[in-house]
């Protein structure tokens, strides 16, 4: 091939993802165009319900910047772990249809795959997590509400470790028992979104929210969760040892 990209680690895989990459940076760029433009009538509607004030308050919304924070990086968030699932399917798969051998077969070491796959993940999210957030703030200076370019950002890179915590579990369980692998982690992905919207409606104990990943994503936007940024990264360094292990 006259592709340069494909003969260098972890980028060979983002260009092999390049369409799919682009996809899903376009669907979620337009999806937060969409709640954007929908952030004043939501923070009306909820303040005209009672029983939805109560919700305002558990979540801290309280402007419209608020609705935009919390609505956009609670869905992007979902959305990004369930594009970090469809990695873990495919990772499963390849085991399954034989294309992980014939990479073994061609002397790459399998401390390599787990460690490039899991980067190639990473990066892939980023590119899809930053781009669209990007995109959100545009449409959020066009609508003329005023969100800080330097909030966005961040709570947009700290969707990563979220990131690196589930796709590091997701390695280990598909190279433990790759036929179950995306059954589980979608659980386990599905189970912590339920957790952060449910949780403080229903007053749980703080010890079982933060069994969640989302939880421990925290509210960027008003206040950085150093200990939840550091529980995901450790819970990423784990699941990569028990996935190389696994392998």
């Not at 680690?9 to 799919?20: E, F, H, K, S």
């Not at 206040?223 to 996935?243: E, N, P, Q, S």
Request: charged share 10%; hydrophobic share 60%; net charge neutral.
């Amino acid at each position: 091939s006259g592709d340069p990209l494909l003969r260098l680690p972890v980028l060979a895989a983002i260009d092999q993802q390049r369409g799919w990459i682009v996809g899903w940076t376009v669907a979620m760029t337009a999806l937060g165009y969409f709640l954007t433009s929908l952030a004043r009538t939501l923070l009306d509607s909820f303040r005209d319900i009672p029983s939805l004030q109560v919700y305002l308050s558990a979540m801290g919304i309280g402007s419209v910047v608020d609705v935009v924070g919390v609505i956009w990086f609670s869905t992007a968030l979902l959305i990004i772990c369930i594009f970090g699932v469809a990695q873990v399917n495919g990772w499963a798969a390849d085991d399954a249809e034989g294309r992980l051998e014939m990479i073994l077969a061609a002397g790459v070491s399998r401390t390599r795959v787990v460690l490039e796959r899991i980067t190639a993940l990473l990066l892939a999210a980023g590119i899809v997590t930053v781009v669209s957030t990007v995109g959100v703030w545009a449409a959020a200076g066009t609508l003329g509400i005023a969100v800080p370019a330097d909030r966005m950002l961040l709570a947009a890179l700290l969707m990563l470790p979220v990131v690196f915590a589930l796709g590091a579990i997701g390695h280990a369980l598909a190279g433990w028992r790759p036929r179950v692998a995306v059954v589980l982690i979608a659980a386990i992905a599905v189970v912590s979104y339920f957790m952060q919207e449910f949780g403080p409606v229903f007053a749980w104990p703080e010890w079982v929210q933060r069994t969640s990943l989302f939880v421990l994503y925290g509210e960027p936007m008003t206040k950085v969760d150093l200990a939840g940024t550091v529980t995901l990264l450790g819970i990423g360094v784990v699941g990569t040892t028990f996935a190389l292990a696994a392998m």
